[in-house]
């Protein structure tokens, strides 16, 4: 039995183009912006002909602020269907049209779900969007100090885990970024709201056009941890990796790896476990803007088995690698042989735009049947009249238990940030769209 469900053909067109021009601060807009707030799950978008006006409520919260640098909180809008109201306008969209958007996902020490959302604003402020099943509504505030070095158009990426593979401490969220001259800097919170810098601030300096990406590894039974952010250093096109690393008896303090892997300015990065969750495939972009997928071992940083691809992946590509595990539904005679010989039982489902983000390229990838284009899984849920802009999933520690994808689109009022449920198996479950997250200030 094929570790894929639906064998379709790979991509049969080949566009190759030149990376988008720099997108500048969008002016506010002056047309009324709605904002789609529902929070159940919709089994399919259909297209439709008809336009449905809508008035926008807004619900009130109270600004509050928190220690290390919480500033405006963010309301909660909803959307209704009635008349429009010609007098009933909104704030403009107060995402940077040209945002990085990142996230991330875990249990609090009471089981709830937490996921977190996190974009940069107009004026350069990094917002966080909070969801949690025991406050189940869209919650955004400030991470960062007004007067904070950032630069405008940085990327974003963040992990989550617990010191030291300690569970009796208080779980960390780490968020990166860059600032205006390239420095990385680091926003963490053990407690919700409240932010503090923390030790990887102005270690390292990256290229101004370097995308970023961080992962949280650990284990607790040996108790080991791993936290690593990749970039492109200021001087050097070849990958980087900084670590942090630390078990049961020692600590390494942050070190940084320059690789001899040579890969495009302003590579997009990625990376996702196949099977053991020190095993992973790391996803760039090589030096003539193909996508191009390595075996990365994340406990000596050792990259190898170059697999090639005919993807177009220009600078800043947008990309999300989210997991499907197959034995929940394939038994150990059924698994191909490479998942079981080589321990290799996950299918990869990539995300990122065509080369001019009118719409999502869906890819499929598993060691017996390669890369598959699976995109017309996922049409019924893509919107003709969007400009894709950033993709977020929320396997930054590595946990593939529910997992979401935050789609950062604009529609023509500003970007926009939609949340997608990712099927959970490796059937032909649909993708489904669970709403859109409210990030208009009061």
């Not at 020490?109 to 189940?136: C, D, F, H, L």
């Not at 030291?164 to 407690?191: C, D, I, M, W």
């Not at 995300?351 to 996922?378: A, E, V, Y």
């Not at 935050?406 to 198996?425: K, M, N, Q, R, T």
Request: aromatic share 10%.
């Amino acid at each position: 039995m094929p570790l894929v469900i639906q064998q379709q053909p790979k991509l049969a067109v080949r566009v190759r183009g030149n990376a988008p021009a720099a997108i500048n601060p969008r002016p506010p807009s002056v047309k009324n912006r709605t904002v789609d707030n529902s929070t159940g799950t919709l089994a399919k978008v259909l297209e439709s002909k008809f336009v449905i006006p809508v008035v926008l409520r807004s619900i009130k919260a109270e600004c509050l602020r928190f220690g290390g640098g919480v500033g405006a909180t963010i309301s909660r809008s909803t959307k209704t269907q009635g008349v429009e109201n010609p007098e009933n306008t909104t704030t403009p969209s107060p995402i940077l049209q040209n945002s990085s958007i990142t996230a991330a996902r875990w249990n609090d020490s009471a089981g709830n779900k937490e996921y977190r959302v996190y974009v940069q604003e107009t004026e350069g402020a990094i917002m966080e969007a909070a969801w949690a099943s025991n406050r189940p509504m869209w919650n955004s505030s400030r991470i960062t100090n007004e007067g904070d070095d950032i630069m405008l158009g940085t990327r974003l990426t963040s992990s989550v885990g617990y010191p030291h593979a300690n569970s009796t401490l208080p779980l960390l969220t780490n968020v990166y970024f860059l600032g205006r001259e390239g420095t990385v800097y680091e926003r963490q919170s053990k407690q919700n709201g409240v932010w503090g810098d923390d030790h990887v601030n102005g270690l390292y300096t990256a290229s101004s056009d370097s995308s970023t990406f961080s992962f949280w590894y650990e284990s607790f039974d040996p108790r080991e941890q791993i936290l690593a952010v990749m970039f492109q250093e200021k001087t050097d096109n070849s990958l980087s990796i900084a670590r942090y690393t630390s078990d049961e008896t020692s600590e390494n303090h942050w070190a940084l790896t320059n690789t001899d892997l040579q890969i495009q300015v302003g590579s997009a990065l990625a990376a996702a476990p196949i099977g053991s969750a020190t095993d992973l495939r790391l996803y760039v972009s090589d030096t003539s803007g193909m996508m191009k997928v390595y075996r990365y071992n994340l406990t000596n940083d050792s990259i190898s088995d170059p697999i090639s691809t005919n993807f177009d992946f220009p600078p800043h590509t947008a990309l999300s690698i989210s997991t499907q595990d197959n034995r929940n539904y394939f038994t150990t005679t059924t698994l191909p042989e490479c998942a079981t010989r080589d321990n290799q039982q996950f299918t990869h489902l990539i995300l990122f735009p065509t080369i001019d983000r009118s719409s999502l390229n869906f890819i499929s990838w598993n060691c017996s049947s390669g890369f598959l284009n699976q995109t017309t899984r996922i049409e019924p849920i893509l919107q003709s009249n969007r400009t894709y802009l950033g993709l977020a999933n929320t396997l930054t520690s590595f946990d593939p238990e529910d997992q979401r994808v935050y789609v950062l689109f604009d529609a023509g009022d500003g970007p926009e940030i939609e949340e997608w449920e990712v099927p959970s198996g490796a059937q032909n479950a649909n993708w489904k769209v669970r709403g859109t997250i409210p990030v208009a200030f009061t």
